[in-house]
């Protein structure tokens, strides 16, 4: 988890993103990826469902980290059409502020009252061991998983489920988190098609 000073330095550039965004091109409703270094790291396509899609993740990011972004859009009025969260990793590793099970229903249900069509990705695999993978809290992981995923029930949220991908290789590099190539096409693969398949 990152030092809060940093989060909300990086919190504040994607802002800053956001807005340029909406001055040039306000009348487009974009789909917008929110969550940590596994999603910021993505290469997603440049549009979805026919809008442009922002990554507004950052490496170290922890659920709270997620709400206060998914809050500020509300504050600068960013309506997204697709809004995709993604997030939890780092909350098996160290401490938010408040505990997942508190902080992410409230995520999904900002993000619903963006007027966003709300979809959760679950936690990716994770190796057995790994210098990440070995600081992973495997009880806690376990919990924010079944969080992610009744959350996407009790806010009538779509799912996508990247628990498990199909790779010839590791899914994971030897850090035992962050994904391989291999990992990011499956895992890439699942959440746009997901998401093409039920575009608002």
């Known amino acids: 988890m990152l030092d809060t000073s940093i989060a909300e330095r990086r919190e ?8 340029d965004f909406m001055a040039q091109r306000g009348g487009e409703r974009p789909v917008v ?3 940590d270094s596994i999603v910021q790291d993505a290469h997603f396509s440049p549009t979805l469902c026919g ?30 059409a697709v809004l995709v969260i993604s ?4 909350n098996s590793i160290r401490t938010d502020h408040r505990p997942f099970a508190e902080t992410y229903p409230e995520i999904v249900r900002r993000a619903a009252g963006l007027g966003s069509k709300v979809f959760v990705v679950s936690l990716a695999p994770v190796a057995a061991s790994g210098v ?4 992973i809290d495997r009880a806690g992981f376990s919990d924010i998983d079944r969080v992610i995923r009744q959350a996407a029930r009790d806010g009538s949220a779509a799912l996508i489920d990247v628990g498990t ?3 010839k290789t ?16 499956a895992w890439t693969a699942t959440i746009e098609g997901a998401i093409n398949a039920q575009c608002p």
């Open 87 to 90: 997030v939890g990793v780092n």
């Open 170 to 185: 590791s899914p994971v590099v030897p850090d035992g988190v962050h994904l391989s190539a291999d990992g990011y096409a």
């Open 165 to 167: 991908l199909q790779t």
């Open 12 to 19: 504040s550039e994607i802002l800053q993103h956001v807005k």
């Open 51 to 80: 809008r442009p899609v922002i990554n507004a993740a950052y490496g170290g990011a922890v659920a709270g980290g997620v709400l206060r972004l998914v809050e500020a859009f509300g504050d600068i009025r960013l309506a997204p």
């Open 132 to 135: 990440m993978a070995d600081e």
């Open 33 to 35: 990826f929110v969550g």
